[in-house]
């Protein structure tokens, strides 16, 4: 198998560095998310949160992004990694072949081979199971029946082929009977085995049409079944596993990728079937959900793939209600979809059977807004001849209303839903605005402007510590002066200490590392900030002396205050001598002070 061999090398440390000097984290961050330039950085709406100010700061010099709403951060790899739930050696490979660097991989060693990730052996074990079960499809006589239902629904034997359908035979351990004693563990942790309780296994899928679900970086993360006998359910998927989640993942998505991007918009139909039928016929843009509604995620995804999203329902009674359910994913992610309502009875699968392909698309292309479609819908129902059914068709729609989060959008509807139902759009605002609209978990300029920890730029504290990172030469100085030990702010202190370390261990400070190295989340926003600001205006030795005179001025009038009280202290007890020593004591600070007023840092010599 390709992938096994694959995941069994590793990569050498000086090919990860080169990867990760010759790639341009704007240029890879851009297939998946629009930047635009600000300043020195790039921002975009972040891909890990979901938002509508862009707070996704990428920044190319110093390698590294960091999203100011949810606080994602990391260097190119992580980006991959986090984004298609890769491994990093997976992200590695990805990018050398982007960059044309050549991967000189070796053979993992007993040791390594252990730490393979449990995701990549999960993986396998999935590979393995498709392999199989596609085999039986198309080569053991048990799956006679699986092939003529495959066949009356008109799948040919090259999409067969292409999506590795599959068959389980009505046997308990077909699979389980194929894989050895450690393959069944990891067959177990993705439920394509199901535990007796005794480390005994029994296959989960019987008798079924498997259906291998690929993720976008192709892998096989889990399996929708569908019972060919009168075995229920009907539909039997993998359940959640450390590689399989159904809410972020999307059925025919690893093949629809490209063509959504070419074809700039998406269709979201509802089964297996509808998706092959429709690649078969040359709509390569279509995905499913998989056994759930559409949820916001999956919006996310495909959102940044195009913003043109059309969802394909049947209008019987069950379609119309899980048309309008749809909506409320699709509003809390400021997305607005189109909507394809087929004939009764029909879905996407049986329409292109009949129809052809022509007329499919033909729907397509006269889809209306969702939106409109299902305001419609709830206002329809009201008698508007009368002034009950009229404020009935407004209260129905306000709550629609309510979730609609760009306000300009919003406003237009209000106009809208005015004119059709007849009423003021003075009444429709004064409901909407009777409730709050429902808070968001996100965005919002004025929330992430309080999340940021205040920035002063007068303290000299934090000035200190935003030199140490952009101005690694500094650290020098400030460790040579002990100056972290008169910090008064405990928090940038310990900071500034755990950076002196991390210098001392590394010869410098990269940012990508310092991200991935620190777990205190204010403390990597405050880092990241300083690192995308831009450079510190005017000299960092100058701004340097200024920190350490102001950190000094600071601790000698300390002192003096302290020596103050205890002078004062020694008069009321009318004790001579110790008067004497803390005048004295006083007069060495005052000295002290003139001399911190006059300090230099003299460059060369430190
Ligand atoms: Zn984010």
Redo the contacts with the bound molecule.
Sequence with gaps: MHMLENTSKFIPEDTIREIRETCSIVEVVSGYVSLKKAGANYQGL????N?KTP??TVNESKKFFY??????SGDVFSFLMKHDKISFQEAARLLAKKYGIHLPEKPLSPRQQKRLSEKEQLYKANQAAADLYHRLLVQDSRAKQALQYLQERGITGETIREYRLGFAPDAWDTLTHQLDHKSRLHAGKTGLLIDKGTGRYYDRFRNRIIFPISSVSNHIVGFGGRSIGPGEPKYLNSPESAVYSKRHNLYGLHTAVRHIQKENRVLIVEGYLDVLTLHQAGAKNAVAALGTALTEHQIRILNRYTPNIVTVFDSDPSGVKAMVRSLEPFLMSAVSPRVVLLPPGEDPDSFVRSNGIGPFRDQIDKAELLLDFVIEKTVEKNDLATPNGKVRACNDTVPLLRKISDSLERDLYIQKISRRIGVGEAHIRSRIGAQPRHARP?DGPERQQKEKPAYAPQNAEKIIVHLMILHTETIDIIQDKALLEDFTNDDLRTLGTLLCRIYREQGTLSIPYLMDTITEERWKQLIAEDALRNETSGSPVKILEDCIRSIRLKKNSRQREKINLLLKQAEANRDESLSLRYQHEFQTLLHEKRDIMQFKLNFHQT
């Design positions: 972040c891909p890990f949160h938002e707070s996704f999203c100011f709403g949810c606080g994602a996100d």
